[in-house]
C-alpha cells in the first residue's frame, strides 16, 4: 500500500504537508499498518487523525525512528523491528467515531500509523489522515 502525501508551502517560512492512506485497509485483531513510514525530518508538529464509520472499536498507534532505513514496523503486537518506537498510548478509536492525536516531531526522521479493529472490517481511503507542519 502507498500514501497519497500532498506537500504545501503556506508561506516563506511556513509548509505543510497532508499524508493518507491510498488504499482500503483490511483490519482484523492484528495490526496492520494504515499509513507507511514517511520522512517527518523537516516538520516540527503533526496531528493525525482517524475515521472510524464501522461499528466496532478500533485502536491506533503512532511509531516513529530516527533511524534512516529501519526494518518494517510489523503487525505483530511488538513491532517486528526495535528501531521503531511507539509515540505516546495506544489511541482509542470508538465505534462510528473518530480521534485526533496531536505529537511534535521534532527530532524524528520518520512516523507510520498502525490501526487493528476488534472485528473484520476493511477501511476507507482517507479513513487516516496526517497533517505535517513546519518552518522553513
Not at 55 to 72: I, M
Not at 98 to 112: E, V, W
Amino acid at each position: 500500500m502507498a500514501n497519497t502525501v500532498t506537500s504545501t508551502r503556506l508561506s516563506s517560512s511556513v509548509k505543510t504537508m497532508l499524508v493518507s492512506n491510498a488504499a482500503g485497509i483490511s483490519l482484523t485483531t492484528d495490526y496492520a499498518v494504515m499509513i507507511d513510514p514517511f520522512d517527518v525530518e523537516g516538520f516540527d508538529r503533526t496531528t493525525i487523525q482517524f475515521r472510524n464509520p464501522d461499528s466496532d472499536a478500533q485502536t491506533a498507534q503512532v511509531w516513529g525512528t530516527l533511524y534512516g532505513n529501519p526494518a518494517t514496523v510489523g503487525t505483530a503486537a511488538t513491532p517486528a523491528s526495535s528501531q521503531w518506537v511507539q509515540i505516546g498510548d495506544d489511541i482509542a478509536i470508538g465505534a462510528t467515531s473518530s480521534a485526533l492525536k496531536s505529537i511534535s516531531t521534532t527530532g524524528l526522521r520518520q512516523i507510520c500509523v498502525r490501526v487493528k479493529s476488534a472485528a473484520t472490517y476493511t477501511t476507507l481511503v482517507e479513513q487516516c489522515l496526517v497533517h505535517c507542519q513546519g518552518t522553513i
